[in-house]
């Protein structure tokens, strides 16, 4: 049983026995009308993939930045713009992307999976880049992507089409300020996610680069790290290890999902973690910081939230796949935006309260 946008939080706390008892699962509740975004024919850079979106809520709108893709052969990936007054029926705002790879710079390989938060006036939009096309990735072993023709001499993240994340700037998601590069160049460091507040005068930042592993690092599998700064594009401060995953479960590998949401019991991390060292489903975890030190782990349940099993989240790019980028809070509901099969935009809900006391049970 899930909890649905209906119930009050005290028949979801009676329904999966939190008023009694722990050890009782709690998972998600998937919209009826998934997949709420597809691929469009019409337009020639969305016709292919439409899928983990970064996500807004103001003013009464639902708003959604999705990443897109076209048939082409590089596979180069842009965003698009989705609004809705539901947060269910989004309708897109224009045929054409709003942000896409730069002409001539670091990101113009594409940009991937954007997650926004928002201080002042200004949206900030966390995204992983390439500086050259992946191409089809589906097509080539696991974990690899399409590389330049270049001399021996050329840098390490050219040569190799390392993934690096860069902040960008906007105002109204039309006109973008492309402020650069926010991690190592030499690493492969995606699922960078700013906290959309400063903590203790500092703005605080997950990341997880994937060559972080090894017995320096005290880990198997890439983690979750966590790391402060006074500036939003100066990030070289000592980084420390939030989350690890669990060798031999469902979270052997994992990630930083969406912005950390602010809650009366702390920061509601969502997260994703991968099974068979990376190679196999992607499912869903939840996590509770301390809102004064987000380095705390308050809570962490250890059983996932969601899991693929549907044929949109299962027949895709990527075969059994639920990727969330994306999640706002409105009264009691939590909006879980996520993407599945590499190819669609899904959408799952549940109460705050609900999962707040499923976490704090010590599920």
Not at 209 to 220: D, S, V
């Amino acid at each position: 049983m899930s909890c649905s946008l209906t119930s009050s939080t005290d028949r979801c706390l009676v329904a999966f026995g939190l008023k009694n008892k722990k050890n009782i699962l709690m998972k998600l509740e998937k919209s009826d009308r998934n997949p709420i975004l597809a691929p469009l024919e019409k337009n020639y850079w969305e016709n292919l993939v439409v899928c983990n979106p970064g996500a807004w809520y103001e003013d009464g709108k639902f708003y959604l930045l999705y990443r897109a893709a076209g048939d082409d052969e590089g596979h180069i990936i842009r965003f698009g713009l989705a609004m809705s007054e539901d947060g269910v029926s989004f309708h897109r705002v224009s045929d054409e992307p709003v942000f896409g790879p730069s002409s001539d710079g670091p990101d113009r390989g594409g940009v991937e999976d954007p997650r926004i938060v928002k201080f002042g006036d200004e949206f900030y939009v966390t995204y992983a880049y390439r500086p050259f096309p992946p191409g089809r990735y589906w097509t080539f072993p696991h974990d690899v992507v399409a590389l330049p023709e270049v001399g021996e001499d050329a840098p390490a993240v050219y040569r190799n089409n390392i993934a690096n994340s860069g902040l960008a700037m906007t105002k109204d998601f039309k006109t973008w300020q492309r402020l650069g590069r926010i991690t190592q160049s030499n690493l492969d460091d995606r699922d960078v996610i700013l906290f959309p507040e400063k903590i203790n005068g500092k703005y605080a930042l997950l990341h997880r680069p994937k060559q972080w592993i090894g017995e320096a690092y005290g880990t198997n599998f890439p983690a979750i790290w966590i790391t402060f700064s006074e500036d939003l594009m100066v990030w070289n401060g000592k980084s420390q290890m939030l989350l690890a995953g669990r060798e031999g479960t469902w979270e052997e590998k994992i990630g930083g999902s969406t912005p950390p949401l602010r809650t009366k019991d702390g920061w509601l991390l969502i997260y994703h973690g991968v099974e068979k060292k990376g190679k196999g489903y992607y499912r869903v975890g939840v996590a509770l910081l301390d809102l004064d030190d987000p380095t705390k782990v308050i809570g962490r349940c250890s059983d996932w939230v969601m899991e693929p099993e549907h044929d949109y989240e299962m027949e895709g790019f990527y075969k059994g796949c639920v990727f969330p980028t994306g999640n706002v809070i409105v009264d009691d509901t939590l909006f879980v935006y996520y993407g599945a099969a590499d190819k669609y935009v899904g959408l799952a809900t549940c109460s705050v309260n609900a999962l707040l006391e499923y976490i704090k049970a010590g599920n």
